[in-house]
């Protein structure tokens, strides 16, 4: 059974819910990752995937998901973790 981390920017209100663990046909674990050059949300189910937005491989995997992300739309440093779920 996988998980769904839904983020919610407070800024624009730009939602996104993001696929995670194993799912029921997925044998392979996804597991979310930021950016350390850019900042990109990235979830792969790679260990050491490249940033599809700037090409590097400087993806961080997020352990800490209470930390607040860089909203993909207005760029802003206020998209926070609200919503868990679950999926298979
Ligand atoms: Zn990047
Ligand atoms: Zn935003």
Known sequence: MGII???ICSSCNFEKNYFLGIGFSNQKETTLFE????NAIKNSTLSSPKCSKCN????NEIMD???KL???RCNRRE???EIEGSWD
């Open 35 to 38: 950016c350390s050059y850019c």
């Open 56 to 59: 590097r491989k400087s993806l």
């Open 5 to 7: 981390r839904g983020y």
């Open 79 to 81: 998209f926070n973790f």
């Open 70 to 72: 860089e909203c993909p």
């Open 65 to 67: 998901f209470t930390k």
